[in-house]
Every structure is written in structure tokens, then in C-alpha cells.
């Protein structure tokens, strides 16, 4: 095929299908088996059926952090900081929405009491983010002040349900400001049922970026570059594979967070780090058999990924499927398994 463009991962989809809230149970979600040559609707607690013993899942561990604050500026002006990581010593690198950037040095009054002073950009003179100095502790001040940061599809204010739903059953390293939503599908009911069938568990930790939902805004898919995110392949996880390599089960990604983690480490040999690998058709996959993610927004870079693992027709037939059947989409909507293509 022709060098893929951007309007290449383009499709039109109706938006009413762009799911506002969560399933009325998390394993009640759809589920589009693409493992074969036609799609099979299926629903999501029908997976353990779809895996084999000896097959390992790896989930993502990360945890969403209330990450949207509001406050003021001296003038009164109001403002909106979305924290995109933590640093040492209370400081923090964030997204700012305002109508006049403030000079450096200025300190900001956040609903809730606390301060957050202006320090310069991130992570350089004019970098696109910016760097906070926090009055306490970023992570306490997030739980008790901040809101859930809900994609900028979901037009609902952050609610209660949210707080639960926004976040997996098994979270708990905190750090992302987007849940890793694949995983979002998984209950006790189905994790117990995994385990009965001899499917492992492992874990690997990418905290997911506001980054994740930026439109690629190149024809030219090489000239986009990938925003940064910090992950970790921990050595229980690195044994867990090598023992699922002995035994030849295949090695089931949860989300395209997951697949950027451990094909990041395929790569640079490092167990942690930052990565801002972009994954496009041709990408040479080394860890990854199976993977089970969310629908995702027409040219975006998930859909490249996708599109790289299974096959660019394939996931193309697949949208159309989806659509045509009214699957639910983006974050709180439904699931889709694929299998690696050959080529």
C-alpha cells in the first residue's frame, strides 16, 4: 500500500455513539472479538472464553490522580491547570488554561485554599507546559481539591460515579491524568474467572498524559512527534515473561498503553524511563501477541497503533462493523480483541 497519510485513519462517526457514561457494569460492555478473519460480537465477560491457559495479561497499574484544578490570578483572572506530572519537592509540570499567561513568579490562589506559584515552562524556555511550586504536598492537594480530568469528549462535569468508574478495580500507582480504559472493563467476577482458567497477571506502570488525546495535526504522520510518559516494566513482570516465552503462551496486552510500555523496553533495554514511541504501520512489534483496547478517535495516533498490530484493512472492516452495529466508543465505551497480523 501506498506511504500512509492522516487521512488515512480518518472515518466518520455518528456522535451519539461517543459513550458519556460507563456501562451499568463494567464487564457488561461489548466486546468485538477481531481475532479472526470476520468480526463476532461477543460481550466483555466472554473474554476468559477467548484466552487460552498459560496466555499472560498485562494490565496497566496506573493510577488517575484528580488532576484539574481551578483558581485565580492576582487580577481575579480564573484559570484551569491540568497537573500532567509530579516532580520533587512539591513542584509540578501542568497545563494551564487562561486567558492572559501570567509572568513568572506569580502566585496563584486555587480553590481549596492552597497556592500554586509560577516557576517557568516545561521542559524547557518554551516548552509547550508549565512549572508550578505547590504550598504542600501535590498528591494530597489533588485527592481533596482536584476533579477527575475527564477527556475533552465527555461533556459532563466529573461526578461521583466518575471517581469510581474513571479509575480500574486494581489502580495504584498514582500519576495519570487518563485512565488506561481498556482495563476500565475488568471486574472481580472476570479476574476470578481468568484465574480459574490459568490465564496469569502481570503488571507494568505507564502513567498516561493529557498528551494521549492531542490531534496529530501532520499529513505527514512521520513529522508528528509523541508527547513523553514515564513507565516502568517491574522484574516481576520482566520473570513472568520470560516464563510465558518457555511456554510458549501468548502475551495479552491491556490497552495501547501497555503495548507502548513493553515494546518500549523491547526497544531501549530500559525498564523505566521516559518514552514517547510512536507506533505505525510497519512497526516491527516484539512483545506483543494480543490486544485488547478501546475504540479509539478517528486520526488519532491509537489508531495507528491498531492499525499497525492487526492490519490496516482489517481494523478499517472492523470500525465499519462497529459502527454499523452501534458499538459505544472512546473511553467508557466498549472493547475490541485483536491478534497480531503476520506481516
Known sequence: MHPFTLGDFDF???????????????????????????????????????????????????????????????????????????????????????????????????????????LGRYPQEDGPLFRFGFSADPYALMEQHGHVPLPPYITHADSEEDAHRYQTVFAKNPGAVAAPTAALHFDEAVLRALAERGV????????????????????????????????????????????????????VAVGTTTVRTLESWARSGQASGDTDIFITPGFAFRQVDVLLTNFHLPKSTLMMLVSAFAGYEHIMALYRHAIAARYRFFSYGDAMLLARSPT
Open 12 to 118: 466518520a462517526l455518528p456522535p451519539e455513539l461517543i459513550a458519556q457514561h460507563p456501562a451499568a457494569e463494567r464487564s457488561g460492555s461489548r466486546l468485538l472479538d477481531g481475532t479472526g478473519p470476520a468480526p463476532v460480537d461477543r460481550i466483555f465477560r466472554d473474554l476468559p472464553s477467548l484466552l487460552a491457559p498459560g496466555d499472560l495479561l498485562v494490565f496497566n497499574d496506573t493510577q488517575v490522580v484528580k488532576a484539574r484544578l481551578f483558581g485565580e490570578k492576582p487580577t481575579g483572572g480564573k484559570l484551569e491547570l491540568l497537573v500532567e506530572r509530579v516532580l520533587p519537592g512539591h513542584e509540578v509540570v501542568a497545563h494551564m488554561r487562561v486567558s492572559k499567561k501570567p509572568p513568572v513568579g506569580t502566585q496563584l490562589r486555587m480553590d481549596g485554599g492552597f497556592t500554586a506559584t509560577l
Open 200 to 251: 496469569e497477571r502481570a503488571s507494568v506502570t505507564l502513567h498516561v498524559g493529557a498528551g494521549t488525546f492531542q490531534p496529530v495535526k501532520t499529513e505527514n504522520i512521520a513529522e508528528h512527534r509523541m508527547h513523553s510518559e514515564w513507565y516502568e516494566v517491574p522484574q516481576a513482570t520482566q520473570d513472568a515473561i520470560a516464563r510465558l516465552r518457555a511456554r510458549g503462551g501468548r502475551l
